[in-house]
């Protein structure tokens, strides 16, 4: 039988140690809007796999976790987290 | 007393209804590296707002969704979602 089609959330941002330019731009365009409340911004790059079903949930959080590692995140900059939802 | 500092999670991504050939193009190129199991792949933004603690925790969600709503999303083609987290 086949698993039941899973989505993937994978977050990647970038390091802690690593400048956000990006963010820095938007938080202080916020600020200047006036809006209240922020310390600091940062962006990163969110991506949503939909699976097909043909993986159970072991082998699809391996096979995401290696597209997560080898594909979408840049290891020298960046950092990622995903989550795996039936 | 002012509120603990929170962090907000904002992330964006375009309408289901709205073509996504970023993503497309992610999807065929993990297909050709010998990824398996993906049926569709999406790619959108995500921002991490730190908050400076002077708001209480309905002002952050009330700040934080006209941030999402009105800077940091386009409603022609693109939905948001957020969480604020202590």
Redesign the interface.
């Known amino acids: 039988m086949l698993a039941t ?1 899973m989505k993937a959330y994978v ?3 970038l390091k802690k140690s690593v400048l956000d330019p990006q ?1 820095k731009t ?1 938080h202080s ?2 600020k200047k ?1 006036g ?21 159970t949930r072991p ?2 959080e391996a ?1 995401i976790g ?2 997560a590692r080898e ?2 995140t840049n290891p020298v900059i960046e950092e990622f987290r995903f989550s795996l939802e039936e």
Chains 1, 2 share one sequence.
């Open positions: 089609p977050y990647v941002s963010g938007i365009a916020l809007m809006y209240r409340g922020l310390e600091e911004v940062r962006q990163g790059k969110y991506f949503e796999l939909t699976l097909d079903g043909g993986l082998e699809a096979e290696r597209i594909v979408l």
